[in-house]
T-cell receptor, first 114, second 120 residues
């Protein structure tokens, strides 16, 4: 069975600070990887996804994530956070191909202080 | 982009009553929809996978007789919480699977805004 672990449950940063949220997964096969964001009072939105190709994936709002297969990691990064990035971030993984179920991490709550 | 709606957004009901939650894909057809439950300060827990025209596949530990899922069309799936009890109070989220090639030929899930259920 696949699992996802997010190391930081609550992160507090000042505006303009750099962000890196850790995500590790466990699964021996080929995977698809996702980062979702949930802003306060809003529903989950896809931030970025990796299926194949360039392991450095660029998403919306200046976010990017790097897939490192040898480390089973898919860390999320942003060079300079803004107050509007305050949200909860979920890493997710599914077996590649078809309608395989997605397994979510526990989420990381990011609070950006103006 | 792909939009998924849920109705109602919140509901309060008495213990013992049944509640139906609708999940609709507004601008795409979804052969597969997923139902999740989210507890406070916890991740999303997949309850079941709903395929249009067939029986839902429930995750281990989820009571299929309590959480009835119907996926009658390519744009609508419903979750009915039967004989609800206070412990069923939670945030229920659906997602719809799209294999549209509009976003570069890759498949992904699009999430609804969720339904807050409170059982008194």
């Amino acid at each position: 069975a696949q699992s996802v672990s997010q190391h930081n449950h609550h992160v507090i940063l000042s505006e303009a600070a750099s962000l890196e949220l850790g995500c590790n997964y466990s699964y021996g096969g080929t995977v698809n990887l996702f980062w979702y964001v949930q802003y306060p009072g809003q529903h989950l939105q896809l931030l970025l996804k990796y299926f194949s190709g360039d392991p450095l994936v660029k998403g919306i709002k200046g976010f990017e994530a790097e897939f490192i297969k040898s480390k089973f990691s898919f860390n999320l990064r942003k060079p300079s956070v803004q107050w509007s990035d305050t949200a909860e971030y979920f890493c997710a993984v599914k077996n590649s191909g078809g309608y395989q179920k997605v397994t979510f991490g526990i989420g990381t709550k990011l609070q950006v202080i103006p | 982009g792909a939009v998924v709606s849920q109705h109602p957004s919140w509901v309060i009901c008495k213990s013992g009553t049944s509640v139906k939650i609708e999940c609709r894909s507004l601008d795409f057809q979804a052969t597969t929809m997923f139902w999740y439950r989210q507890f406070p300060k916890q991740s999303l827990m997949l309850m079941a996978t709903s395929n249009e025209g067939s029986k839902a596949t429930y995750e281990q530990g989820v009571e299929k007789d309590k959480f009835l899922i119907n996926h009658a069309s390519l744009t609508l799936s419903t979750l009915t919480v039967t004989s609800a009890h206070p412990e069923d109070s939670s945030f229920y989220i659906c997602s719809a699977y799209s294999n549209s090639r509009k976003d570069g030929g890759t498949d992904t899930q699009y999430f609804g805004p969720g339904t807050r259920l409170t059982v008194l």
